[in-house]
């Protein structure tokens, strides 16, 4: 079964994938590729609230409403880049961010004073939103090994106003053991294969698949190392293929340091089948396909 892509097509190594794991299910993921998501944005706590934003935005014509996640909104009028022409975007008043992204650092669930570590940080949504949870009173470091999008990153938090943090341009791979952090966001790179849109370009192979597996066991294993006994990590992806998401995690368990938190969330989520006490979001008209789990190092 393939889907035409204006130009592109699914791969059949995917389509064959997503069957062999979902069985049936696999279809809801196919017609989510074919979803045109709208523009979904992020009130930024540390020098607003959702209700100032919608407001905002609503007087500047933007038709707004509201989404699950508790301060975050829909614009089904316009698209990023009108947005990124409003005076709430140049104040740093709003982040454009993905529904599914913000869910990652929404169950870090940190607190102020705590020490926090996101290790593939750019270009720096999820840690202005952990800043914002925490009213910027916990202590960030951010990390990005990229020179252009550790720049970028830099600017999007310097505009969003993030306090208390500390960005490293280097790979996470090579940051010194020595470092201990009470809670660590891996959002790891991946395939992207819940992202896909059909009519824009597909990037995704399997070389891709196995060599992100490949970093993301490493990534994983070095995080786990960096956390604080009885810290807590958020493991995630925007794939939604058990290569980089279970298969991953079960690299970590064989450690035998660490073990899978039940996800506590104040809003409901479309669900892919996945394993116990993690979450998979399957790509529909609001949310793109992305993988959580939180780890607590025993």
């Known amino acids: ?59 500047l014509g933007f038709h707004c409403e509201r989404a699950a996640v ?36 929404f169950l870090l669930n940190a607190q102020e004073g705590e020490s926090i570590l996101d290790m593939t940080a750019a270009p720096g949504g999820k840690t202005c939103e952990i800043s914002a949870l925490t009213g910027g009173k916990a202590f960030l470091t951010a990390c990005e090994r990229d020179k252009i999008r550790f720049d970028r990153m830099n600017f999007n938090l310097k505009r969003q106003g993030v306090p208390h943090v500390n960005t490293i341009c280097r790979d996470a791979l090579m940051l010194d053991d020595f470092f201990r952090f009470d809670k660590i966001l891996l959002d ?3 395939s992207g ?13 399997e070389k ?8 993301q066991v490493k990534l994983l294993n070095k995080a786990l190392n960096l956390l604080k006994k009885g810290g807590i990590l958020i493991y995630s992806t925007c794939s939604v293929l058990q290569t980089e998401n279970e298969a991953v995690l079960q690299t970590a368990f064989k450690r035998g340091d660490c073990e899978l938190v039940p996800p506590e969330l104040p ?5 892919l089948p996945s394993t116990p006490n993690t ?20």
């Open 279 to 298: 979450i998979c979001i399957p790509p529909n008209e609001l949310y793109e396909g992305f993988f959580t789990a939180i780890l607590r190092k025993k």
């Open 188 to 190: 790891a790179p991946c």
């Open 1 to 59: 079964m393939k889907k035409e892509t204006g130009g592109n097509e699914i791969p059949a190594f995917l389509t064959e994938l997503l069957y062999r794991q979902y069985g049936s299910a696999a279809e809801n993921i196919l017609r989510g590729y074919v979803q045109k998501r709208p523009v979904t944005l992020r009130a930024n706590l540390l020098k607003t609230n959702l209700e100032s934003v919608e407001k905002a935005l609503s007087s």
């Open 70 to 105: 508790p301060f975050a909104l829909i614009v089904t009028n316009a698209s990023e880049e009108d947005l990124s022409r409003s005076a709430p975007y140049e104040r740093g008043e709003i982040y454009l961010q993905s529904l599914s992204s913000m869910i990652p650092p």
């Open 208 to 215: 891709l698949v196995q060599n992100s597996a490949i970093l």
């Open 193 to 205: 294969s819940g992202t896909i849109t059909v009519g824009e370009r597909i990037k995704i192979s």
């Open 267 to 271: 809003f409901d989520l479309p669900r």
